[in-house]
């Protein structure tokens, strides 16, 4: 008898202990939650920040590309614009053009569809491109960048900035004329830096337009800077002669090499 009341004693939780039990659970669960909070927290800024930097990334680097395999950087200088403009060695493919349109930024190459470089999943703040002469060297252009994790969380905000520049660097096969954007302003070439040799298939003005009746017309004189040199003419018989000036001033030929 005396064991069946002590067995009965020791059966259940007392009061105490539930008490006690509750407590620590209530603790851990405490504890427990407050984890769960901050990792959520944590996951949803780093995928914040990894969506912004990859549609950074996609943008900038597609932007250099473009740039650097463009035939003619078709801008005005020193003006910063929310339009990128391309001259590019294939004519179905000019202009390429990218663009800032609602928060978005839009590729478009010649005739077809624009494409969206970015998703919805970011707001484009601002793009903004500017080009720079570069004299002696390549035209610059200076790219602007800003996007932000397009959320009302506050806790998920994020907004990074990207300015960087890039030349067109590569060599260029160019489908339409080239002007200098400003009138007799600019060389090609100078003492130093040298063209080697030109080819021409038309006419060629010097210091005027040039004329179909003529395949060279200038408005100054032709001046040679070595009396051994001087103009090469075909005669009817096939032969060149190359014409030069003599001391006493009288025109002497040469029979030489038709070029």
């Given at each position: 008898m005396d064991f069946i009341k002590r067995k009965k004693r020791t059966e259940g939780f007392s009061l105490i202990e539930l008490v006690v039990y509750i407590?620590?659970?209530?603790?851990?669960?405490?504890?427990?939650?407050?984890?769960?909070?901050?990792?959520?927290?944590?996951?949803?800024?780093?995928?914040?920040?990894?969506?912004?930097?990859?549609?950074?990334?996609?943008?900038?680097?597609?932007?250099?590309?473009?740039?650097?395999?463009?035939?003619?950087?078709?801008?005005?200088?020193?003006?910063?614009?929310?339009?990128?403009?391309?001259?590019?060695?294939?004519?179905?493919?000019?202009?390429?053009?990218?663009?800032?349109?609602?928060?978005?930024?839009?590729?478009?190459?010649?005739?077809?569809?624009?494409?969206?470089?970015?998703?919805?999943n970011v707001t484009v703040n601002d793009f903004q491109v500017t080009k720079y002469e570069n004299p002696g060297g390549q035209s610059l252009v200076r790219i602007y960048l800003t996007l932000s994790y397009n959320t009302l969380n506050e806790q998920a905000k994020f907004k990074r900035t990207v300015n960087t520049a890039v030349s067109r660097v590569s060599a260029a096969t160019f489908d339409s004329s080239i002007l200098p954007n400003a009138d007799d302003s600019y060389d090609l070439g100078n003492a130093s830096k040298k063209w080697k040799d030109a080819y021409f298939s038309g006419t060629v003005g010097i210091g005027t337009a040039p004329v179909s009746s003529a395949a060279l017309k200038v408005t100054g004189d032709i001046s040679m800077t070595t009396s051994t040199k001087g103009i090469i003419l075909p005669s009817p018989d096939g032969n060149c002669w190359r014409l030069t000036m003599g001391d006493d001033g009288k025109t002497d030929s040469t029979v030489v090499t038709c070029p």
């Open positions: 407590g620590i659970f209530a603790a851990a669960s405490v504890f427990m939650v407050g984890i769960l909070i901050i990792f959520t927290r944590i996951n949803l800024r780093q995928t914040a920040i990894n969506e912004v930097n990859d549609q950074v990334y996609f943008v900038n680097n597609t932007v250099q590309r473009l740039v650097k395999d463009s035939s003619f950087i078709d801008m005005a200088a020193g003006s910063a614009t929310s339009t990128l403009s391309l001259l590019m060695a294939s004519s179905t493919m000019s202009p390429t053009q990218v663009y800032l349109e609602d928060g978005i930024v839009y590729l478009k190459e010649g005739s077809f569809s624009p494409i969206p470089l970015t998703d919805t």
